[in-house]
């Protein structure tokens, strides 16, 4: 029921990325952009490639390519070469239970301690990509934006009112970069 999406340039570290994301029943995770190679404690027939010509632009012409392709009725997006944290799905089950019908934000911890979002505010450097979960409603997703804060770009141009936003103090991803 949700579709996990990892835009990829190739990097080894999706390795890690995948073996992080738990899934349920119903759920896939859809690799986009380069080759990968699943590792062996990875659930094959959960995951699918759809090869697309790397934008070089931090996924995000990777990830606009995607949504078309996406079955889940909820969408979390996640770098490849970020993590989640044990629990993850769990918090996201919760989150689809108690707000079904709009986005939810989660926080993310980088390597150096800091987290985000630091406030209830939909702005440039309290968003990143894999804190958030979208309910897979075509006319309301976003696109995402050609330059260095396009999961930014994603939030302007989705199409919820913000107070259908709900905000969870919950960690779900650990960044691979500061």
Same mark, same amino acid.
């Given at each position: 029921?949700?579709?996990? +999406?990892?835009?990829?340039?190739?990097?080894?570290?999706?390795?890690?990325?995948?073996?992080?994301?738990?899934?349920?029943?119903?759920?896939?995770?859809?690799? +986009?952009?380069?080759?990968?190679? +699943?590792?062996?404690?990875?659930?094959?027939?959960? +995951?699918?490639?759809?090869?697309?010509?790397?934008? =070089?632009?931090?996924? $995000?012409?990777?990830?606009?390519?995607?949504?078309?392709?996406?079955?889940?009725?909820?969408?979390?997006? #996640?770098?490849?070469?970020?993590?989640?944290?044990?629990?993850?799905?769990?918090?996201?089950?919760?989150?689809?239970?108690? $707000?079904?019908?709009?986005?939810? #934000?989660?926080?993310?911890?980088?390597?150096?301690?800091?987290?985000?979002?630091?406030?209830?505010?939909?702005?440039?450097? =309290? #968003?990143? *990509?894999?804190? *958030?979960?979208?309910? =897979?409603?075509?006319?309301?997703?976003?696109?995402?934006?050609?330059?260095?804060?396009?999961?930014? $770009?994603?939030?302007? *141009?989705?199409?919820?009112?913000?107070?259908?936003?709900?905000?969870?103090? *919950?960690?779900?991803?650990?960044?691979?970069?500061?």
């Amino acid at each position: 029921m949700i579709s996990f +999406v990892i835009a990829t340039s190739g990097r080894a570290s999706i390795q890690h990325t995948l073996i992080s994301i738990e899934t349920y029943d119903g759920d896939e995770i859809v690799v +986009v952009g380069g080759e990968i190679d +699943v590792p062996a404690s990875v659930d094959c027939s959960r +995951v699918r490639h759809i090869p697309c010509p790397l934008g =070089n632009d931090w996924g $995000h012409t990777e990830r606009n390519y995607a949504a078309s392709y996406l079955t889940g009725r909820y969408i979390a997006h #996640i770098d490849d070469d970020d993590v989640y944290v044990e629990g993850t799905r769990a918090q996201l089950a919760k989150a689809i239970e108690d $707000h079904p019908h709009g986005p939810s #934000i989660f926080r993310m911890q980088y390597p150096d301690g800091r987290v985000l979002w630091s406030g209830f505010d939909l702005c440039l450097g =309290n #968003i990143g *990509t894999p804190m *958030t979960l979208w309910p =897979n409603v075509p006319d309301k997703l976003g696109t995402w934006g050609p330059f260095h804060g396009g999961d930014f $770009h994603y939030v302007q *141009t989705m199409k919820w009112a913000r107070d259908e936003v709900r905000w969870w103090p *919950t960690v779900i991803a650990r960044l691979g970069h500061n």
